[in-house]
């Protein structure tokens, strides 16, 4: 359930040493898996990649975020490739600051260009780093749809950026490119966060471009229901609507009491969307269990 909102389960813990150090040994691992590093309060190492049999060092330096590492070595190759990949298209200055600024004050076709032409780059350095090398499987799937997601979230994320600003947004059909190339439905991407962001960001996007035609007071959550099920299908739209029910569930009307019988009546009224008037049961399953 947790891969549904992007949530990470804990696996083991440890206290550092007088030195700040630790070690972990994990056991059971049968099969390539991302893992984060943190405390509670903090994640200082996110997404690396491990095998049965790895055995990584990070050793890192600095005290600002993101925290650097030392060296690349002894990390595992993907890892390096990651770190590597990283720094080449997003803390490298020049390109940061083309794609964190500069960037924003394109118009949309020339973002377009902009942005699909690093996508390409990027798919290109993959592809030169692991020449005539085999690839893990899992690592290779990851890599390919993290970047396809991450491509669709950025010309999303631009049009969004561009409505918060009340900036005119000139676009044709072929900005939407992205849609003929990514797949909603794909289980097996919950392991890049991209994918969940991305159904996210286009839900938003899908809700932007009508919300001036709706009648006055549609609540968001409502109509965005009513988007997942019109647009999305099989995970993608299970990840949909997992994270609205959340939504609502964790909102401020559903833990006012004065609101309670109302917004109690309107989780409903999304439930009997999301479940297909009750053929779905996950659903009313998973408001049940959080109501207890």
Not at 81 to 104: G, H, M
Not at 125 to 151: A, G, M, P, R, V
Not at 262 to 268: D, M, P, V
């Amino acid at each position: 359930m947790s891969l549904y909102f992007c949530e990470k389960q804990m696996v083991d813990s440890c206290t550092l040493d007088e030195k700040g150090a630790f070690k972990f040994e994990l056991n059971n691992i049968s099969a390539p898996c991302f893992f984060d590093l943190g405390s509670k309060d903090l994640v200082f190492a996110k997404q690396y990649f491990i095998q049965d049999g790895d055995e990584i060092n990070l050793d890192f330096i600095g005290s600002e975020m993101p925290i650097a590492l030392k060296s690349y070595e002894k990390i595992g190759t993907y890892n390096k490739f990651l770190q590597t990949f990283n720094d080449t298209f997003y803390r490298e200055p020049n390109v940061k600051r083309t794609y964190f600024v500069i960037s924003n004050f394109m118009l949309a076709p020339d973002y377009a260009l902009y942005i699909n032409n690093r996508k390409n780059e990027q798919v290109k350095f993959f592809e030169n780093y692991f020449k005539d090398q085999n690839i893990d499987t899992t690592f290779q799937y990851f890599f390919e749809k993290e970047t396809n997601f991450n491509w669709a979230n950025d010309k999303v994320y631009f049009l969004w950026k561009k409505r918060t600003r009340m900036e005119e947004v000139p676009i044709d059909t072929n900005y939407f490119d992205f849609l003929k190339d990514i797949n909603t439905d794909d289980p097996k991407a919950l392991i890049c966060p991209a994918y969940i962001r991305f159904v996210d960001l286009y839900l938003k996007e899908l809700y932007q471009e009508e919300i001036f035609t709706l009648p006055k007071g549609t609540p968001q959550s409502l109509e965005k229901c009513r988007l997942a099920k019109k647009y999305l299908k099989g995970m993608g739209q299970k990840i949909a609507f997992y994270n609205i029910l959340r939504d609502e569930l964790h909102s401020l009307d559903a833990n006012f009491a004065a609101n309670k019988e109302k917004q109690n009546a309107y989780i409903e009224e999304l439930l009997s969307i999301a479940s297909d008037n009750g053929k779905e049961q996950c659903y009313q399953k998973f408001v049940s269990n959080y109501r207890h």
